[in-house]
């Protein structure tokens, strides 16, 4: 079935969500996940440096007072779900490799992860890939 589009949207908003704490003048580049009941975030944050922190709620009403733990970690990670293996991986940009992740049963422990690194290890690529796109020149 399908349906017709609104003509006209409103937008409404508040204010943030959450703001930065533990000396952190920003907060950005935020990954979510829903898991056990709870929103799980991890972040950008910049106080003298760029670094990452992570949050859990329940609520949406309850982030701005949820503590926030910062990660010893690099910098814009990306939480996500492998189901294939069963496990929670946090990728990340400025490690120590091209490819830098951590592994972990239990993503709102940002301290029960495993650090990893170097080529996407052969469990976490893709199985196929996208046909080339280069042409040859005639």
Not at 1 to 25: E, H, I, M, Y
Not at 81 to 92: D, G, L, Q, S
């Amino acid at each position: 079935p399908t349906c017709d589009l609104p003509t006209t949207f409103r937008w409404t908003g508040g204010g943030p969500l959450a703001q930065p704490k533990n000396g952190s003048v920003s907060m950005k580049d935020v990954s979510h996940a829903f898991h056990n009941g709870q929103h799980i975030l991890y972040f950008t944050t910049f106080q003298n440096n760029w670094g990452s922190g992570m949050m859990t709620f329940k609520e949406f009403s309850e982030a701005a007072t949820a503590p926030q733990t910062p990660t010893t970690f690099g910098v814009a990670p990306t939480l996500f779900f492998f189901a294939p293996k069963n496990i929670w991986v946090i990728a990340y940009q400025w490690g120590p490799h091209k490819f830098s992740y951590r592994t972990s049963s239990d993503p709102a422990n940002p301290n029960g992860s495993r650090s990893r690194g170097g080529s996407p290890p052969a469990r976490l690529s893709p199985t196929c890939r996208a046909p080339s796109t280069s042409r040859s020149r005639r």
